[in-house]
């Protein structure tokens, strides 16, 4: 199949912008809880939509009041907390646009993005954001204000608007249209200098409301279990800023968590429980590899792994019977499925706060095995894929008829186009506007209002995506063979002592990889086999870590044909990292960043 759509099932907005939801859920239900917020002292409380109100009010009033003007961009440089959420809303309420930067980012990364986003003020987080701004602003000339989160500056700025009238910033709101730009989102740079996608408020309303009318089953509140989503993604990414507008348009009530490592996600996933989340493959991959550890030092991996294959055979009973190709779990698989229920599953959906039920999954693919064991376990992971340039998602897989290890159906509204080279084109009312002060790199990927992806794809007999790599990303060997990375990289990557793979080979004569290690995972393995913890470089060069690493390449290789399998990899002693400039904010690999930096040791693997 070449091309599939799937019809409109959210009317597009007509009128009005993202702050109106605001205003309209306060006066409606003023004591429904919208958010929960943690404080100092670590303990939640509630926020009703009342309150969000009033505060959303008394920033855009001190916004007005200190200078921001309707259509002004303003940065918002913080990791994900309540604070980011309110600005959003305030700027939007004043037809303001915020322009998210990275926590992480360098000074020439923020000087890059305030610069071409002419940004007129800047909102950080703490002090060393602060200085990073400061280091570069005699290069912006525009930038004439800088609020902090962790200080007063934020009691300045409401009390600068406490006296005018709210009329003031509600005759700004009603200005706003859905053609209005609602924010500029710089992609994470992996092929060159990012550029600014103009996103306006009608693409984020027909993004959201989308979903929330197709995934019911997730966003629906009822008397005693009410929707609740803990976001814990970057709100400087869209895929976090989708959750944040699909929230609050769908009144699921929301928690804020700026971390997404376990030690400090998971005991907040305890205290909140969500019954949804949103996450990228990585955090699914933790709790399963956490569960598994934590049975095995208890002497239970045995039961654990039959849980495992029973979950997996049961969820794709339950596949094959939503699509027409079974009847079903069998009454034995379902009266051993409900033994291991308290056994294994129970205790999974525990570490994620207990009653999570669904959960949505993009970024990056994620292993279709993994799926079914969550699923199997109880956790329905909606696989899906998307782009900046397409505010977030353009196919997920639906609630009744879910294929675990594509990425689904294209959202309605919205139509996949698969080129003749294999590259997926985007149709719909979410696809961008354009690069913002760039028409020559807005024109290479928008064709009469469809979005060339960069992607490669396929499209099963149902209308399934499935992602197969990247055209830039393609790797062409000495020999001419064409090889895709990627399904390679996840493959090993799913082995559990393995953190980081990356495949290298183009202009070589084989494929090789570069692999890195999951130091909590190896320091378990260790244990478990009675011996003591070893540096990282003498890890490089243990021969039962080797095998190990072995066996994942060489189950890497049954994907592929034998001109495209990998003949040799070497295990790093160190992982990529943000701070070393080698992975992206949203954890892809820089690969040319990569090869540069580890340059002898590709040149070793071809000796």
Request: charge should be negative; include cysteine; hydrophobic fraction near 45%.
């Amino acid at each position: 199949m070449r091309e599939f759509t799937v019809p409109p099932q959210a009317a597009s907005p007509q009128v009005g912008g993202l702050a109106d939801v605001v205003f309209s859920h306060a006066e409606e239900d003023p004591h429904r809880v919208a958010f929960g917020r943690k404080g100092a002292d670590g303990r939640w409380r509630d926020v009703t939509s009342a309150e969000f109100r009033d505060e959303v009010l008394a920033y855009a009033k001190g916004l007005l009041a200190q200078g921001v003007r309707f259509g002004d961009r303003v940065a918002v440089m913080s990791r994900t907390r309540y604070e980011w959420t309110l600005f959003d809303f305030a700027l939007w309420a004043v037809g303001a646009q915020p322009v998210p930067v990275y926590p992480t980012a360098s000074a020439e990364q923020v000087f890059w993005t305030l610069h071409d986003a002419e940004a007129v003020a800047c909102v950080v987080e703490h002090e060393d954001h602060a200085m990073t701004v400061a280091s570069v602003i005699d290069r912006l000339p525009r930038l004439h204000r800088l609020w902090q989160l962790d200080t007063d500056a934020m009691d300045e700025l409401v009390a600068s608007g406490a006296q005018m009238d709210d009329d003031v910033v509600h005759r700004h709101r009603r200005a706003v249209t859905p053609d209005t730009v609602a924010t500029v989102i710089y992609t994470s740079g992996t092929t060159g200098r990012p550029k600014g996608c103009v996103l306006t408020h009608a693409n984020f309303m027909t993004e959201a409301d989308t979903a929330i009318a197709r995934w019911e089953p997730v966003f629906s509140s009822s008397p005693g279990d009410e929707a609740s989503t803990l976001l814990f993604l970057p709100l400087a990414h869209v895929f976090g800023r989708m959750v944040e507008v699909a929230a609050v348009r769908g009144r699921v009530k929301m928690g804020h968590q700026p971390a997404m490592s376990a030690g400090e996600l998971l005991p907040d996933l305890a205290a909140f429980r969500p019954s949804f989340i949103l996450a990228v493959p990585y955090i699914f991959e933790k709790v399963y590899h956490a569960a598994r550890r934590k049975a095995e030092t208890a002497g239970k991996a045995g039961a654990f792994d039959k849980a495992v294959e029973l979950a997996v055979r049961y969820a794709e009973a339950v596949e094959h019977k939503a699509f027409g190709t079974g009847p079903g779990p069998s009454a034995s698989l379902r009266m051993q499925h409900q033994l291991y229920e308290k056994l294994v599953y129970g205790k999974v959906r525990e570490a994620m706060g207990g009653r999570v039920r669904h959960a949505m999954s993009g970024g990056s693919a994620m292993e279709r095995r993994l799926g079914l064991f969550f699923a199997g376990a109880g956790v329905t992971i909606f696989e899906g894929y998307g782009l900046t340039e397409s505010t977030a998602a353009a196919t997920a897989n639906p609630p009744e008829r879910t294929r675990f290890g594509t990425v689904g159906l294209p959202l309605p509204g919205t139509t996949v186009h698969i080129a003749d080279d294999g590259e997926v084109w985007l149709h719909g009312g979410h696809v961008f506007a354009g690069y913002l002060n760039d028409p020559a790199a807005s024109a290479a990927v928008l064709h009469d209002g469809w979005l060339a992806t960069g992607d490669i794809g396929a499209l099963d007999e149902d209308g399934y995506l499935t992602i197969t790599g990247r055209k830039k990303e393609i790797l062409v060997t000495s020999g001419g063979k064409s090889v895709s990375p990627t399904g390679l990289e996840e493959r090993v990557r799913s082995h559990p002592l393995i953190a980081q793979c990356i495949v290298v080979g183009n202009d070589r004569p084989f494929v090789a990889a570069l692999v890195t290690l999951d130091l909590e995972a190896i320091e378990h393995w260790l244990a478990m086999q009675g011996r003591a913890p070893l540096a990282p470089k003498e890890l490089v060069r243990d021969p039962d870590l080797e095998m190990e690493v072995r066996r994942a390449v060489v189950a890497a290789n049954t994907l592929v044909s034998q001109p495209e399998s990998i003949r040799t990899f070497r295990i790093l002693a160190h992982q990529f990292t943000e701070e070393h400039g080698l992975l992206t904010p949203s954890l892809k690999l820089k690969r040319k960043a990569i090869e540069k930096a580890y340059e002898t040791e590709v040149n070793a693997l071809y000796r």
